[in-house]
């Protein structure tokens, strides 16, 4: 008997949710400042007027905001027009309903059907399509002005507290959704790499649309899961592979003062395309390869190829120079760089989405010791795949 009441018990749990206890001790204390500060500062504007000083509907928001931020529930605009268009509605049907409870079922049903249209759906918006009714005669008397103070100014300083705690905070970014950048590295139209196989953007959408249900979870997370879940499973195939495996470990390196005519021959003796530029400390500092170069060559002149090539790395004599004369003025920085513990399946986006044919791998102290380039990636893959 127990255990079916323990099993019918965890029927209605949800599943538990997989947060750091650092995670969840932030999320308790921005909400405590946001709602201190929140309160006194409207304070300071209400003073003497018969309004509360904070609206019940703010600690709902303030939970949406802290503890799921990343939720389409909890951005800027949902945040704000779930919560300002509820209130708006719900004095608005005060004044031309009579009947309280039938102006209460208008009000809300009204702010549903509006914040669905206007893809601003914010539960806490439902607690304000009610307030204004039942609220008392303060807040009755009030009317519009409650929608201002202090619903407005509440919202707003939620939204200004959201933003800077969510981007202060380790390992969050407020608002969720990023500006979208072309990653087009090369100019066609052809899916990126790694969407031309498996579950793609589109394929996300397509399938939300088809479930037709409001999920709390944004396009760019489901993506972001579904690669993260990927590249677990492909590491329990291919077991622990880590870079420090498969990195070249003898390099050639340059400093920031190695002249360019040195570094060409190192690049040509040693038949390699890229050189890592270390300081002192051998810390990577950035990257020098053979498109540095050719594209520094002033290939618009009418002379050779080869001449102009040798014109620009060949030192300049004297003093003063009006071209690059050394490593560090020509070299791509800041370089992307691994660890030497990081799995080789963590390198993929890296050399597939961003371009990348070479990886400099640094130890804990990010000292460099190694080398990956797509050749060692691609064999290194192949190897786990066949095993």
């Given at each position: 008997?127990?255990?079916?009441?323990?099993?019918?018990?965890?029927?209605?749990?949800?599943?538990?949710?997989?947060?750091?206890?650092?995670?969840?001790?932030?999320?308790?204390?921005?909400?405590?400042?946001?709602?201190?500060?929140?309160?006194?500062?409207?304070?300071?504007?209400?003073?003497?007027?018969?309004?509360?000083?904070?609206?019940?509907?703010?600690?709902?928001?303030?939970?949406?905001?802290?503890?799921?931020?990343?939720?389409?529930?909890?951005?800027?605009?949902?945040?704000?027009?779930?919560?300002?268009?509820?209130?708006?509605?719900?004095?608005?049907?005060?004044?031309?309903?009579?009947?309280?409870?039938?102006?209460?079922?208008?009000?809300?049903?009204?702010?549903?059907?509006?914040?669905?249209?206007?893809?601003?759906?914010?539960?806490?918006?439902?607690?304000?399509?009610?307030?204004?009714?039942?609220?008392?005669?303060?807040?009755?008397?009030?009317?519009?002005?409650?929608?201002?103070?202090?619903?407005?100014?509440?919202?707003?300083?939620?939204?200004v507290l959201g933003f800077v705690?969510?981007?202060?905070?380790?390992?969050?970014?407020?608002?969720?959704?990023?500006?979208?950048?072309?990653?087009?590295?090369?100019?066609?139209?052809?899916?990126?790499?790694?969407?031309?196989?498996?579950?793609?953007?589109?394929?996300?959408?397509?399938?939300?649309?088809?479930?037709?249900?409001?999920?709390?979870?944004?396009?760019?997370?489901?993506?972001?899961?579904?690669?993260?879940?990927?590249?677990?499973?492909?590491?329990?195939?291919?077991?622990?592979?880590?870079?420090?495996?498969?990195?070249?470990?003898?390099?050639?390196?340059?400093?920031?003062g190695t002249e360019l005519e040195?570094?060409?021959?190192?690049?040509?003796?040693?038949?390699?395309?890229?050189?890592?530029?270390?300081?002192?400390?051998?810390?990577?500092?950035?990257?020098?390869?053979?498109?540095?170069?050719?594209?520094?060559?002033?290939?618009?002149?009418?002379?050779?190829?080869?001449?102009?090539?040798?014109?620009?790395?060949?030192?300049?004599?004297?003093?003063?120079?009006?071209?690059?004369?050394?490593?560090?003025?020509?070299?791509?920085?800041?370089?992307?760089?691994?660890?030497?513990?990081?799995?080789?399946?963590?390198?993929?986006?890296?050399?597939?989405?961003?371009?990348?044919?070479?990886?400099?791998?640094?130890?804990?102290?990010?000292?460099?010791?190694?080398?990956?380039?797509?050749?060692?990636?691609?064999?290194?893959?192949?190897?786990?795949?066949?095993?």
């Amino acid at each position: 008997m127990q255990a079916r009441l323990f099993k019918l018990f965890q029927t209605f749990m949800p599943e538990a949710v997989t947060l750091s206890t650092g995670e969840k001790l932030r999320s308790v204390l921005a909400a405590f400042v946001a709602i201190l500060v929140v309160g006194y500062v409207t304070s300071i504007f209400v003073s003497g007027i018969a309004l509360p000083v904070l609206v019940a509907s703010i600690g709902a928001s303030s939970i949406l905001m802290f503890a799921v931020y990343h939720s389409p529930l909890s951005q800027p605009w949902p945040m704000t027009a779930g919560n300002i268009l509820p209130a708006l509605i719900a004095v608005t049907c005060g004044k031309l309903i009579q009947d309280v409870v039938l102006a209460a079922a208008v009000s809300l049903s009204l702010s549903l059907l509006i914040m669905q249209l206007l893809r601003c759906v914010h539960p806490p918006g439902g607690a304000l399509a009610l307030l204004p009714l039942l609220g008392g005669t303060g807040v009755h008397e009030l009317g519009y002005q409650f929608v201002l103070e202090p619903v407005g100014l509440n919202v707003l300083l939620l939204l200004v507290l959201g933003f800077v705690f969510n981007n202060l905070l380790p390992g969050r970014r407020y608002p969720a959704r990023t500006v979208i950048v072309s990653k087009d590295i090369h100019k066609h139209d052809d899916p990126a790499a790694l969407d031309r196989l498996g579950v793609n953007q589109a394929d996300l959408h397509n399938a939300l649309k088809q479930m037709n249900t409001f999920l709390d979870v944004t396009e760019e997370d489901l993506g972001q899961i579904y690669k993260m879940a990927g590249m677990q499973a492909y590491r329990r195939k291919m077991g622990e592979i880590t870079c420090a495996d498969i990195m070249s470990r003898d390099l050639v390196t340059a400093e920031y003062g190695t002249e360019l005519e040195e570094a060409w021959a190192q690049l040509r003796y040693h038949k390699i395309k890229a050189i890592p530029v270390v300081d002192k400390a051998q810390r990577v500092i950035g990257i020098i390869t053979l498109v540095d170069f050719l594209k520094r060559a002033n290939l618009k002149t009418y002379e050779t190829f080869e001449d102009k090539l040798i014109k620009f790395i060949k030192r300049t004599p004297g003093m003063d120079s009006q071209k690059p004369e050394v490593v560090g003025q020509i070299m791509a920085a800041p370089v992307y760089s691994a660890k030497e513990t990081m799995h080789i399946v963590e390198l993929v986006p890296l050399l597939s989405e961003r371009g990348l044919h070479h990886i400099p791998i640094v130890d804990a102290e990010r000292r460099l010791v190694g080398m990956v380039t797509q050749s060692d990636l691609i064999a290194a893959l192949y190897a786990g795949s066949v095993n």
